[in-house]
């Protein structure tokens, strides 16, 4: 794989949109040594994946095993990470909190698309659905282009 060791997905709570793409991205690619995982930019304490967006994956033959939310920390970053978030407000808070973080971008901007992926919380089944349907295009075209890098 190109330059990237590392990607972060990075949603609000990290408890739907981030984790839905960490899944969709893990299963898609197997083979990478890249460190893929997700984490949220408001996460008070740690809580599971939201049920909805579990029960979509698991309805797509994906899971996450015991995953709990957690925040983006600086130690999280290196110069080989790339963070991917969902929002266009996500990615501005990324780079006033965490300065040192070179490649931030919103997943839509780095798949060469324009827009924010709605946050499904608190929404119906169908809107989760949409959501990954949504995250899967994206993330696929992540990984595309970082195979291309």
């Known amino acids: 794989m190109g330059k990237y060791q590392k990607l972060i997905f990075v949603c609000t709570g990290n408890t739907c949109r981030s984790p839905m793409a960490e899944a969709i991205y893990k299963n898609l690619e197997k083979v990478s040594d890249m460190k893929v995982m997700s984490r949220g930019l408001v996460v008070l304490f740690s809580e599971p994946i939201n049920p909805k967006a579990e029960i979509v994956l698991k309805k797509n033959d994906l899971e996450l095993i015991n995953h709990v939310s957690k925040g983006l920390k600086a130690s999280d970053l290196d110069k080989n990470t790339i963070i991917l978030t969902m929002t266009a407000n996500q ?57 291309d890098e």
């Open 91 to 147: 990615k501005k808070k990324i780079t006033e909190l965490f300065p040192e973080a070179e490649d931030v971008y919103t997943i839509k901007e780095y798949a060469g698309e324009i827009g924010d992926v709605v946050d499904p919380y608190g929404g119906t089944l169908m809107d989760y659905e949409e959501c990954y349907i949504e995250l899967g295009r994206l993330v696929k075209k992540t990984l595309y282009k970082l195979n």
